[in-house]
């Protein structure tokens, strides 16, 4: 195998017009390959650390320090070793920054090159990415991976940190469970949304959409929201909750004070058992199955009730709980939070680290969702994770903005040069 010869990293810039690192990997014989680094705004508190300049340019956002950390200090790790080691690369960069939320060189340093090299490593053994992840997971974990298409979560409707409108609730997105495959899946997916828009406009409502795709219209409550997609089910002729279920990412740390949730557009301050009563509500009345983020992060009285209640009938995914951290996750799995977790490569900040938190996760019985962030860019490498490891689930906003679709088109091109990848 070529050995890689050369790393260089800018600043390019996501979806909000954010700065955010590109990094390029080259081998002896000249193939190349970039990834991109996503960027989230409802973030966990003790997710590894994003590098940024915090001086009087782009904000304090530009990522200068973290660029050449890259080009001038991990660099000199990475070249003259063979990209298909992905773990032993990913472990030299972790130990040489030794700290445990990677402050010293950024976890966006790190990500960036860890993702650059399974791309140019796929591209130098002549394999699609999702293949290469595979074998990825198997040298890390000496398990198998079987291949398959994800169900998509498409966030539809957006309040919370991601809209500027008045409902709490973050994220409202539907699953198209019913959809015999991953085209069906999107056709179901636009066509909902567009019926969608044509319900909001016809009740006067705006149509603009906020940082994942989804319209942020200034609705009532968080149950208004719902009923409005179900409406939009239903004008597309499907059924909610045979064809199309709903999941909601509630984002709760974000309306937690430390002792309520405060509802701004119910206008209610609820405890942590009130508010479980209010999920729980929700869940009864609407086709909601699964639930992210439903308690605060440090709310663990609030997860164990939550958990006791819904978790028979519902997923509940730890986003800001989990972080994607094997740690993490272990401690929350033997308190008896959650049963599911969601997976963001940066919230950790290298591949190795992520795929041992899906291994452990998958032990456990916790199901996975492959998920982007709130700042995107054009990369796709979260559709390659999802297939590769046979995740199952992904989650990666409305089927609009191209940050969002291009990880959608990509998995319809999976689907069309490998028909015997099926859903999962
Ligand atoms: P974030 O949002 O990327 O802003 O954290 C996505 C999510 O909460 O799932
Ligand atoms: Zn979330």
């Known amino acids: 195998m070529q050995k890689i010869s050369s790393i260089n990293a800018i600043q390019v810039f996501d979806s909000r017009g954010v700065p955010t690192i590109s990094c390029k990997v080259t081998l002896e014989d000249g193939t190349s390959a970039s990834a991109m ?11 590894a650390l994003e590098l940024r300049d915090n001086d ?35 472990e030299s960069l972790i ?7 990677k402050s010293k060189f950024g976890a966006n340093a790190i ?9 140019v490593a796929a591209k130098a053994n002549k394999i699609p990415l999702y293949e290469h992840f595979s074998r990825v997971y198997k040298d890390i974990t000496s398990d198998s991976a079987t291949h398959s298409m994800p169900l998509p979560m498409f966030n539809i409707l957006n309040g919370g940190e991601h809209a500027d409108n008045n409902i709490d609730i973050q994220e409202f997105m539907i699953i198209p469970s019913g959809a015999k495959n991953f085209t069906e899946v999107m056709r179901w997916a636009t066509e909902i949304y567009h019926n969608l828009k044509k319900i909001l406009q016809k009740n006067n409502h705006s149509t603009s959409v906020g940082d994942e795709g989804g319209f942020a219209p200034n609705l009532e409550s968080n149950k208004e929201a719902l009923k409005l997609i179900v409406d939009a089910i239903k004008e597309t002729g499907l059924v909610p909750g045979e064809d199309v279920n709903i999941a909601l990412d509630c984002a709760a740390s974000e309306f937690f004070n430390g002792k309520e949730y405060i509802l701004k557009g119910e206008n209610e301050k609820l405890t942590s058992s009130a508010f479980v009563d209010y999920l729980d509500d929700l869940t009864k009345n609407y086709p909601i199955v699964s639930i992210e983020d439903g308690m605060d992060e440090n709310d663990i009285e609030g997860w164990k009730i939550l958990t006791d209640r819904l978790g028979p009938n519902c997923q509940l995914v730890g986003d800001d709980l989990f972080v994607t951290n094997k740690k993490i996750l272990k401690d929350g799995i033997s308190k008896e939070m959650a049963n599911s977790i969601l997976i963001k490569f940066n919230q950790v900040g290298s591949i190795t680290e992520t795929i041992e938190t899906i291994h452990y996760a998958n032990q456990n019985n916790f199901k996975s969702i492959i998920s982007h962030r709130s700042g995107e860019t054009e990369d796709t490498t979260i559709a390659d994770l999802a297939v590769g490891l046979g995740i199952g689930q992904i989650k990666t906003g409305a089927p609009c903005r191209s940050d969002r679709v291009a990880k959608y088109n990509r998995l319809l091109w999976i689907e069309e040069e490998s028909n015997s990848i099926l859903l999962k």
């Open 37 to 47: 680094v996503p960027s989230g705004a409802s973030t966990g508190s003790k997710e």
């Open 56 to 90: 009087i340019s782009y904000h304090g956002k530009s990522v200068t320090k973290a660029i050449n950390n890259i080009n001038n200090t991990l660099s000199a790790l990475v070249i003259g070793k063979d990209p298909n080691n992905q773990k032993e690369i990913d």
């Open 95 to 101: 130990s040489f920054d030794n700290t445990e939320d």
């Open 111 to 119: 990500l960036a090159i860890s993702l650059s090299v399974a791309h």
